[in-house]
């Protein structure tokens, strides 16, 4: 099906007509449209027009009026102010155009025409390593804009860019070589669970640590070992690959308690782009991006100095002949944008990151891999803080591992669930399934509804409450709505374009029209809390159209079925907004 326009495009052509066929010399003129406290929408075009033609704004805006075609969509509109028009559309518009809607399994979203192919960097965790705080919310951003540029109709390429490669590895190799009786409790049981393979993985790291700072000679044997992980040893590539599956073992446990699905031909980490390094250094310097400086290969910026007031050098290649990160994600734009086709590069990395990558970006522009045919674009997030406004540790002052935030987050939401399981009927199986979606759901939404730019405070207190701004309410109202339809009995919805509408039915009829209009901008914005904003709105004016409009009690058979009707439209809508941020509506709550 076609997308539906929205109520403000269809006010936006007509008042944009009528100011061209008011103004021809001006050509076609932007009606400034805006949502408005004092009509359904306001005009603010007007004065800038009246403005660049000389005449008076108030006698403009009068003659744009006379000729504005009402059509059916607007039932009032008056001058206001200095030359601003408020219009009001009909009670019928708002109706048909939902039942259009309706009509449509995209609730009417349009699909981008010109869409391209995004390639995603995202959920980054490290072979070997725990996965912390830290590394929740490039997993829970990437995977929303995911959801929401498919949606829009964007080819996603996922990409999890994980630390599977570097000196760590020399030293956990050398280390697992001459302690081969560590290397699991299990006698080399492959079924371990994900906490088991990471437990044991931890150990050797913490041990291998221990010796490569204390000992010399280890250090020596283990920086030795990187150079045969480098050159293909099979021995070492061996053991290399075996830390590798077991901690994917790990990471895929942790994004499984994230409700998220990570596929493993996504997984493609530094060691992917291994074969690339030594091109990509050698385009770079024989290209003059990159210089020779002190035997590094470096790239220099005039705008980027370091605090003696010198250049900030990208380095590419060590003197020692080693590859920094740079070497890895330039070679990893090449890998995307010639071989993945991709029109769009979106990185989910931490803003601490921002430098490197404005580095890496430019660089690779002067080099040509990136053009104006593809733009790269740091999706830079904020940090995870506690209750104290400080970045979120344990009272021992260690990084929070992200498994234990996630059970506690489920623990707490299944007390809530249990609180309220015998008043709506939930088997101890529901009350289990809705603490796992509401405990995880209020993780994501807490990181979705704020900017990803800024920081926010870990407060599972308020994640889990029935009350604000949390999944847990928008998850509510979906459930409110789902009981009300099973109570409908045979009474079905639909609409009635001709009934008059109360002032909640309005407003959320309103709303529910922008939601295309708002998928829109979410997905060009890369801003996915401008999509829980929306839901978290559209919840509330629900509850308020829930107070103050008996559906099942209305007064008439027609008016039951259209306010049924305006509860299926903002159920489908709910549940929608809710499944491109990742996180599930329960069906009883």
Sequence with gaps: MASVPSLASSVEQRVSDALVSALPEAGAADPLLRRSDRADFQAN???????????????????????????????????????????????????????????????????????????????????????????????????????????????????HHIGDWGTQFGMLIQYLLEHPHELDHKGGDEEASGEEAMSNLNRLYKASRALFDSDEEFKTRARARVVDLQAGDPQTLELWQRFVDESKIYFYSVFNKLDMDIQDPDVVGESGYNDMLVETCKLLEESGVAVRS???????????????GNPTP??????????????????????????????????????????????????????????????????????????????????????????????????????????????????????VENGQYVGIGAVKYADLSTSASRDY??????????????????????????????????????????????????????????????????????????LAAYLYQLSSLYTTFYADCPVLKADTPEQVENRLFLCDVTARTLSKGMALLGIRTPEKL
């Design 45 to 159: 075009g007007i004065l800038a027009l009246a403005k660049k033609a000389k005449a008076n704004p108030r006698e403009l805006a009068a003659t744009v009026l006379e000729g504005l075609d009402k059509g059916g969509v607007i039932k009032d509109v008056e001058v206001s102010g200095p030359g601003f028009l408020n219009i009001t559309v009909s009670d019928e518009a708002i109706i048909r155009t939902l039942a259009a809607r309706a009509a449509d399994d995209r609730l009417g979203v349009p699909l981008n025409a010109s869409a391209g192919t995004t390639v995603i960097d995202y959920a980054q965790p490290n072979v070997a390593k725990e996965m912390h705080v830290g590394h929740l919310r490039s997993a829970v951003i990437g995977a929303a804009m995911v959801e929401i540029l498919e949606f829009t109709g964007e080819k996603v390429v996922r990409r």
């Design 294 to 308: 002190n035997g590094a290969l470096c790239v220099f910026f005039d705008e980027y100095k370091g605090p003696d």
């Design 314 to 431: 990208l380095i590419v290649q060590k003197s020692d002949g080693g590859f920094g990160y740079a070497a890895t994600d330039l070679s990893a734009i090449r890998n995307r944008v010639t071989d993945l086709a991709a029109t769009s590069l979106i990185y989910v990395v931490d803003a601490r990151q921002s430098l490197h990558f404005k580095m890496v970006f430019e660089t690779a522009r002067r080099a040509g891999w990136l053009n104006d045919g593809v733009k790269a674009v740091q999706l830079a997030f904020g940090t995870v803080l506690g209750k104290d406004g400080k970045p979120f540790k344990t009272r021992e002052g260690e990084t929070v591992r992200l498994v234990d935030l996630l059970d506690e987050a489920v623990d707490r939401a299944t007390a809530v669930v249990r609180e309220k399981a015998e008043k709506v009927g939930l088997t101890e199986a529901e009350i």
């Design 457 to 530: 405070k870990f407060d599972l207190d308020q994640m889990v409450s029935l009350n604000g701004d949390t999944s847990v309410y928008l998850q509510y109202a979906y459930a409110r709505i789902r009981s009300i339809m099973r109570n409908a009995g045979d009474r079905e919805p639909v609409a009635h374009p001709e009934l008059e509408l109360a002032p909640a039915e309005r407003a959320l009829g309103l709303h529910l029209d922008g939601f295309g209009a708002l998928i829109e901008e979410a997905a060009a914005e890369y801003a996915p809390h401008k």
